[in-house]
C-alpha cells in the first residue's frame, strides 16, 4: 500500500483527481469504478473544473459505481444515482450512456446483482476502483460478516452506517436497510484502487484496515492483499498510523 498524507479533505479532493485524471488522460475509454459519500464529492468538482479547462475529456470513459440502495430509484434524491449526476456525469462530457450504478428499483434485486457481475466482467472491472471507507471499515456496502462475499449482493445495511448515512435524511426511519453492493472480487479485480478519508472518525478504520489483520471482520482490511492500493487521507484520518500520528507505542 502506498499512504499519501495531505492537510485536509481538499487536497484529498486535488490528488485523487489528478491520479483519475492521469488515467483517464493515458487511456481515454477506462473504466472508473466510482464512488458516493461525502469523500469524493471534492475530487468530483476537481475533475468537473478540470473538463471544463484542461480538456480532460470524458467522452470515451466508461463508470461502474459501488452501490446502490435497495428500494430508491434513480430520481430519488437520495439514490446514489442522482448522488453521480449531481456532482459528476452532468458537470463533465460523459455520455450518460457509458454510467452504470445498480438499480435500487429493480423488480430482482437478486438478478440485478448477477447482471452486475456480468457487466463487470464484459468491461474488463475498473482501470481505477475509488473507494471510501466506513466507521466501521466497509468499503461498498461490504459490512463487517464472518466471510467476505465475492460477488454483487444485496446487503443488510449495519445500525452504524444507518447512523452514519442518517445526515442525508430527514429521519433516520427513512434510510433504507439495504443495500446492493459489489462484491470484494469486483473490487479486488480494479486494477488499481485508491482509497479515500478524512477526518478522525475514520482513524480507527484506517489503522485497521492498512496495518491490522486481514479479515472481514474489518472489510477494508482486504485491501492489504491487493498490489497497487494507493490511500489518500488527511492528517486526522490518519492520526492513528505510527508513519503520521501519534500511536507509534501500538507497532
Ligand atoms: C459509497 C460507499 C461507501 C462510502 C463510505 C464512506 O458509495 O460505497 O462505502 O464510501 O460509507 O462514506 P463517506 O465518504 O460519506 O464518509
Not at 477506462?30 to 476537481?46: M, N, Q
Not at 429493480?106 to 438478478?111: G, K, Q, S, T
Amino acid at each position: 500500500m502506498k499512504l499519501i498524507c495531505v492537510s485536509d479533505e481538499h487536497e484529498i479532493g486535488l490528488e485523487t483527481a489528478r491520479l483519475i485524471a492521469s488515467v483517464v488522460r493515458l487511456k481515454p475509454e477506462a473504466v472508473l469504478g466510482l464512488a458516493t459519500g461525502s469523500s469524493p464529492i471534492g475530487a468530483y468538482a476537481e475533475l468537473a473544473r478540470m473538463c471544463a479547462e484542461e480538456n480532460l475529456d470524458f467522452s470515451d470513459v466508461r463508470t461502474v459505481n459501488l452501490d446502490e440502495y435497495v428500494g430508491l430509484d434513480g430520481s430519488h434524491p437520495q439514490s446514489y444515482r442522482y448522488f453521480m449526476h449531481k456532482y459528476l456525469f452532468d458537470k463533465v462530457n460523459i455520455d450518460p450512456k457509458n454510467t452504470y450504478v445498480p438499480d435500487g428499483f429493480a423488480e430482482d434485486p437478486d438478478e440485478e446483482c448477477d447482471l452486475y457481475d456480468e457487466l463487470l466482467e464484459s468491461l474488463g472491472y475498473a482501470d481505477l476502483q475509488l473507494l471510501g471507507i466506513g466507521v466501521n471499515g466497509h468499503i461498498g456496502f461490504n459490512e463487517p460478516a464472518d466471510f467476505f462475499i465475492p460477488e454483487t449482493h444485496v446487503v443488510k445495511i449495519a445500525e452504524s452506517t444507518i447512523d452514519a448515512n442518517q445526515r442525508f435524511f430527514d429521519t433516520r426511519d427513512e434510510v433504507p436497510r439495504y443495500a446492493i453492493t459489489i462484491g470484494i472480487k469486483g473490487i479486488l479485480c480494479a486494477e488499481r484502487i485508491v482509497l479515500i478519508a478524512s477526518g478522525r472518525k475514520k482513524a480507527e478504520a484506517l489503522k485497521a484496515a492498512c496495518f491490522g489483520p486481514v479479515t472481514p471482520k474489518m472489510p477494508a482490511s482486504i485491501l492489504q492483499v491487493h498490489p497497487n492500493v494507493t490511500v489518500i487521507a488527511d492528517d486526522e484520518a490518519f492520526s492513528l498510523v505510527p508513519f503520521f500520528g501519534h500511536d507509534e507505542e501500538a507497532y
